[in-house]
């Protein structure tokens, strides 16, 4: 284990779900945090600098703007913006290398990329594989990096309630174990390979809290409500288009290779499964639907 850091850490991605998330973790811990933002005064930059965050502009066009915001930080973690088209997989792989480019150019002793699980090899799914091509490019800069791969989040997972029971919907086969983190627990593992309080194996780990059915994903929701679950499998139609369709059929797939859920806890003792995170947020049913 490497002597804790204490310096800077740098987050791009800072003002959404998951760069917020791994904020909310260095803080926790008290780290100096930067975050690299396009426009300093919006809203969510703003919430970040009144918690004491420092804010560096950037410009992903701009490589001489990412490397002066890496300068003399310590650690720097970065996510890249989820594509919905083709064209927008191509954006994608543009900021990750400028990203990549930039930590090489400031010399940042530790990078941190938040990928997506199955990322490490190409399956066809075009804003999958773009983070392929991303963690392929770190790979090859030289820099000291540990990628984290996440499941699909716990905090997507949304039951109905109709006619007394809790319905949940998905386009995943009914016997395919759908592998989930939350975002919280992203965060965390994040934070503790970024102040080396943590190594993963291999300098790459897959984030996954549990993995569960549709029925069981059901059941638990339904224990929580004190009512009864069942689940619908959908077809992948219903899904709005062909990134989505190949993004489900790569989740179906990724069923057949269960995860060493242990590989997670080891870095975060605490990581939640669903029916812990269902308790910790307070859930609870939805109202009734129209009708029901």
Do not use: C
């Not at 569960?212 to 059901?218: E, K, M, R, S, V």
């Not at 224990?223 to 619908?232: D, I, N, Q, T």
């Amino acid at each position: 284990m490497s002597t804790p850091t204490t310096g800077t850490i740098a987050v791009f991605g800072a003002t959404g779900r998951q760069g917020g998330a791994v904020v909310d973790a260095l803080l926790d811990h008290k780290a100096p945090v930067r975050a690299l933002v396009r426009d300093p005064q919006s809203d969510r930059a703003q919430a970040l600098a009144a918690r004491g965050v420092e804010l560096a502009a950037v410009r992903t066009d701009d490589p001489a703007s990412l490397a002066a915001a890496l300068t003399a930080v310590e650690a720097f973690y970065f996510m890249t913006p989820e594509a919905n088209s083709l064209e927008e997989v191509e954006t994608e792989i543009r900021i990750g290398t400028a990203l990549v480019d930039a930590a090489v150019a400031a010399r940042v002793p530790h990078v941190v990329f938040n990928s997506v699980i199955g990322a490490d090899r190409e399956w066809g799914v075009p804003h999958h594989d773009s983070k392929h091509s991303i963690e392929e490019h770190l790979r090859k800069s030289g820099l000291r990096a540990t990628t984290i791969r996440p499941a699909p989040f716990m905090e997507e997972m949304a039951p109905s309630l109709e006619h007394g029971e809790i319905v949940l919907r998905l386009p995943l086969p009914e016997h395919a174990a759908l592998k989930m983190i939350s975002l919280r627990d992203i965060g965390r593992v994040a934070a503790a390979l970024l102040l080396d309080t943590a190594k993963a194996p291999g300098d790459a780990v897959e984030l996954v809290g549990d993995e569960l059915t549709g029925p069981q994903i059901a059941a638990a929701f339904g224990a929580r409500a004190g009512l009864p679950a069942h689940y619908e499998a959908l077809p992948l139609s219903v899904l709005p288009n062909d990134l989505d369709r190949a993004m489900f059929r790569q989740f179906a797939k990724a069923a057949e290779h269960p995860s060493d859920l242990a590989v997670v806890r080891a870095i975060e003792p605490a990581t939640l499964d669903l029916a812990e995170w269902i308790r910790s947020t307070g859930w609870t049913a939805p109202r009734s639907v129209a009708g029901s």
